[in-house]
């Protein structure tokens, strides 16, 4: 199959062909850079370009330069900030966003890095004392403030017809179950989903609406171009699920479900999603409800093997990620990176339905040798057939 352009090598890998390697990610939802990961990896490739931070400092857009140093397969559009809010920054420091959810920066000294590391957490929750009543006349934001669709279509358009990469829409936002969280705080929208019921549901319905609506509006302007829509939510840690499956069912499935559904009225496009840790006890749920790609495949939570992910469920969803970034990519060395990748190759890529990335963003500590080791297995290791010698 030599020749395939990148587009038409992840159309076989989502549509579970072999292709003539396994594709590429880097930079999509859960696959960014923190700044001094970043920074650290431009140096040590000679090159000088400034990364964007945004508010979870992390980088904005992977660099032009990276992508294609690593032939990476993919690249993303996004919605642009509303023309009807501007974030609110306090005297402390702290920032409010358009949903009144208030943020803040912490730091972390690392004493292997010498520094600390910093990353964004949500204080104060707008609606941790609210009412039934009260969801009625928050403030929410406008989904088709006409500010977060300007310049799309002539940008997706520029990258269908003068590049050969596939495209992604990027996620918008966080997912419904992550957004509710936020807004009633985590304590008590888990406390809602047992014991207030009605609050909880009509919560979810309120950042579902949000989701439908922008999301429409959306993928009329992108949905012809793109291979792939991203979602998030959250459902998993390290050794388990956040809710279990019952109450996954009965109270976020629904709304889940349509969203899919809105996603797959609109665009042929992939649906993917990414939701972090242990998530096998609902993996069943999650392509049951429309889920095409799952993201970002923790290779070290619980029941989250490889091979066993890929007897069960490897010819309904593709598997994207699952390069260990807990212990292999920050504290192996070159050669152990390289048995990582190769390892996870051989387990998810015979077959297609396989999309190489790190298994969440890659941290300051992750050594720039290491993220090049990486990428440089990806291309030795995935080239098909996938050797198991």
């Not at 304590?187 to 207030?196: A, E, H, K, S």
């Not at 989701?211 to 959306?218: D, T, V």
Request: proline share 6%; net charge negative.
């Amino acid at each position: 199959m030599a020749g395939l352009s990148h587009r038409e090598r992840v159309l076989l890998a989502l549509n579970h062909q072999e292709a003539d390697r396994v594709p590429i990610d880097l930079g999509g939802w859960a696959c960014y850079f923190t700044e001094g990961a970043c920074c650290n990896l431009l140096k040590y490739l000679g090159l000088s370009e400034e990364p964007v931070i945004n508010e979870w400092f992390l980088v904005e857009k992977t660099s032009e330069e990276v992508l294609t140093r690593f032939d990476v397969d993919f690249r993303r559009v996004s919605l642009r900030p509303p023309d009807g809010f501007q974030t609110i920054v306090h005297p402390d420091g702290s920032w409010t966003d358009e949903w009144g959810i208030k943020k803040r920066k912490v730091g972390h000294y690392s004493a292997r890095l010498g520094r600390t590391v910093y990353y964004a957490e949500m204080v104060d929750p707008p609606l941790a004392e609210a009412s039934l009543n009260d969801l009625e006349t928050y403030p929410w934001p406008d989904p088709r403030d006409p500010g977060r669709f300007r310049g799309l279509a002539e940008q997706v358009q520029h990258l269908y017809e003068s590049t050969d990469y596939a495209l992604v829409a990027s996620a918008i936002g966080q997912g419904i179950f992550e957004q509710a969280q936020w807004l009633r705080g985590p304590q008590q929208f888990m406390m809602d989903l047992l014991l207030n019921k009605d609050f909880a549901s009509r919560l979810i319905e309120k950042v579902l609406e949000f989701q439908l609506a922008a999301m429409e509006r959306y993928l009329d302007i992108v949905g012809p171009y793109v291979q792939i829509v991203e979602t998030s939510d959250d459902y998993g840690t390290q050794t388990g699920l956040l809710v279990s499956p019952a109450l996954y069912r009965e109270m976020l499935q629904p709304s889940h479900r349509r969203l899919m559904e809105k996603i797959k009225e609109k665009t042929k496009a992939k649906v993917f999603l990414h939701s972090c840790g242990s998530i096998s006890g609902i993996l069943e749920d999650l392509i049951d409800v429309g889920v095409d790609i799952i993201n970002p495949v923790q290779p070290l939570a619980k029941d989250m093997n490889s091979e066993m992910l890929k007897k069960r469920f490897g010819s309904r969803v593709v598997f994207h990620g699952g390069i260990d970034v807990q212990r292999v990519l920050p504290y192996g060395s070159v050669e152990e990176v390289m048995e990582e990748v190769r390892y996870r190759i051989r387990a998810f890529g015979p077959g297609g339905g396989y999309i190489l990335a790190p298994a969440h963003n890659i941290q300051d500590d992750v050594p720039p040798e290491n993220i090049v080791a990486m990428f440089e297995a990806a291309h030795q290791y995935g080239q098909y057939p996938i050797s198991t010698s």
